[in-house]
């Protein structure tokens, strides 16, 4: 026979499973609000039925339940949907870190507009014009003077200005890899304290929340792949167990930044060119280097390729490629200017034998360059000391007054077509190509950081329907385990109700 007392013991443990479902419930509602946390949710398990299987089990006619248990507390989560997640999530730090970089190209460039370099060129180009109508009037000579000025000028802000925010972005890379460094730190301490706990048969929701929040942080900046490894000892069946973090490369190689058997981290560093162009040569990992080319994914990634790296003894990169094309178009167009000018009379030279003319020169550079070394042309660029004299500015081409032909010959170079590398174009078409590419990078980097977003928005949102707290059914819930815990209640006070009379009432009626 069942003891006397099997019904309390039921309902005592309705009542008590009832209540860590409550506290459960209450503790969701409490943290509806805070970022990153996953809803809880009671694993009900029925406890054992009586009696067992034996030989000496009383003679009833089946098996009694015994009553309901809390078997664990379990954090609703979907893995799939967190790699769906950090797979995207990778993708808008990447695109983003791109886009913001081209943005604040275009800003500098300015382009179209009235204070752009092709709106200072062409008002250059317009003083030669004017020059070459009035060639011996010193208020036109003045204008092309000043003009002239203001091109050059206007290459070395540009050249500057550029370098500056490539410098921010190589500080940014490097703020990034601290954090990326931290992170993995992080990681690695949640699974210290996570693998003291599991085998005991806890489930530590909160460490497995916080830990998710890291990797999460890790994918906009890399990209991470996650893997299980068991935490030893005897874990609950549901337990999340330790990460071990990898990053993949273009080809699916995979390096271990967090090691979870051995509990360590295998830190990331960038490896730059100190003694040659600065640039970035590739990324290691603890000490193994991996080529920029190969690396894969993320806002690093996009900082990388922003600030520019070196790939097999080429320059890459969008501000070197801008840096590099304005170099060309400095060296290319001072070059043939000073040719063409170097060919013309000035009017102190006027009447004087053509073997002695002065061959003076428009523009200079601060310092060598030369067709093998054009680097920093644009932000070297200067008017020559010859131009401190107006009369200089050779406007003929012959040695008489009121001839001006030179300074079309001068406004011409505009058009004419300049040894590029790769291309023979003109100023106008080079630049105007280069202004272009710089755009529709621009375009392509907002439209894929907008789908990028509205995917990692959308793939939020499912993770959200699945681990995000919802007020109406942790209501609904509360209601039900309130009821449930008022109606076990309500089976302990009959149940007591029946052991008085038993107790208290028989063997009284003879009396």
């Known amino acids: 026979m069942t003891s006397t007392f099997h019904g309390l013991e039921t309902a005592r443990r309705g009542m008590y499973t009832q209540q860590i479902a409550l506290q459960t419930t209450g503790n969701n509602i409490a943290n509806a609000n805070t ?17 067992p299987a034996s030989m000496n089990r009383p003679q009833i006619p089946g098996q009694m339940g015994t009553g309901v248990q809390a078997g664990s507390i379990q954090r609703v989560r979907e893995g799939f949907l967190d790699t769906q997640f950090r797979g995207e999530n990778n993708k808008l730090g990447y695109w983003g870190a791109r886009s913001e970089a081209l943005e604040k190209m275009e800003d500098i460039m300015n382009e179209p507009s009235d204070n752009g370099l092709a709106k200072t060129l062409d008002r250059f180009w317009q003083s030669l014009q004017d020059l070459s109508v009035n060639p011996e009037d ?60 599991e085998p005991h048969g806890y489930l530590p929701n909160t460490l497995y929340d916080e830990r998710d929040n890291l990797v999460d942080r890790l994918s906009t900046l890399l990209n991470v792949e996650v893997s299980i490894q068991p935490s030893g000892g005897r874990p609950d069946p549901i337990a999340a167990g330790l990460y071990d973090i990898k990053m993949k490369d273009k080809d699916g190689k995979e390096y271990l930044l967090v090691d979870a058997k ?25 000490e193994t280097p991996i080529n920029l080319s190969e690396f894969a994914g993320g806002k690093l990634k996009g900082l990388l390729e922003s600030y520019g790296f070196n790939d097999a003894g080429t320059v890459k990169g969008i501000y070197p490629e801008m840096l590099a ?51 920093g042309a644009a932000k070297k660029l200067k008017l020559h000391k010859d131009m401190d004299e107006l009369n200089n500015i ?3 081409t012959q040695s008489f007054g009121g001839d001006g032909s030179n300074a079309l010959l001068l406004a011409d170079v505009k058009n004419k077509k300049l040894g590029f590398p790769g291309s023979t174009a003109s100023l106008q078409s080079f630049y105007e190509g280069a202004i272009g590419k710089m755009a529709v990078d621009a375009q392509q980097a907002v439209r894929l950081t907008n789908n990028s977003a509205v995917l990692t928005e959308s793939v939020q949102q499912r993770r959200l329907s699945v681990s995000g707290v919802s007020l109406d059914e942790e209501m609904t819930n509360m209601i039900q385990f309130q009821h449930a815990y008022n109606a076990a209640a309500r089976t302990i006070t009959v149940f007591d109700e029946m052991l008085n009379k038993i107790i208290n009432g028989l063997g009284v009626g003879g009396r």
């Not at 970022?35 to 009696?51: L, W």
């Not at 500057?160 to 921010?168: C, F, K, T, V």
């Not at 190589?170 to 996570?194: G, P, V």
């Open 35 to 51: 970022p990153g946390y996953s809803r809880q949710r009671v694993n009900f398990v029925q406890t054992e039925a009586y009696p």
């Open 138 to 197: 010193s208020g036109a000579r003045s204008v092309v003077r000043q003009r002239g000025l203001a091109v050059a000028e206007t290459f070395n802000y540009l050249s500057n200005s550029l370098s500056a925010i490539q410098g921010d972005l190589k500080t940014q890379a490097d703020l990034t890899t601290k954090e990326i460094n931290a992170l993995l730190d992080d990681i690695n301490s949640i699974n210290k304290q996570i693998s003291e706990v």
């Open 262 to 286: 051995n509990q360590s981290v295998n830190p990331l560093t960038i490896q730059y060119d100190d003694g040659g162009n600065g640039l970035a040569n590739g990324i290691k990992v603890a």
């Open 325 to 375: 094309n304005l170099d060309q178009m400095a060296y290319q167009f001072a070059s043939e200017f000073n040719n063409v000018h170097s060919q013309g009379w000035g009017l102190g030279d006027m009447g004087k034998d053509p073997a002695k003319r002065n061959e003076y020169q428009f523009f200079d550079f601060a310092g060598t360059i030369d067709a093998s070394n054009i680097g």
């Open 394 to 396: 050779a406007a003929a």
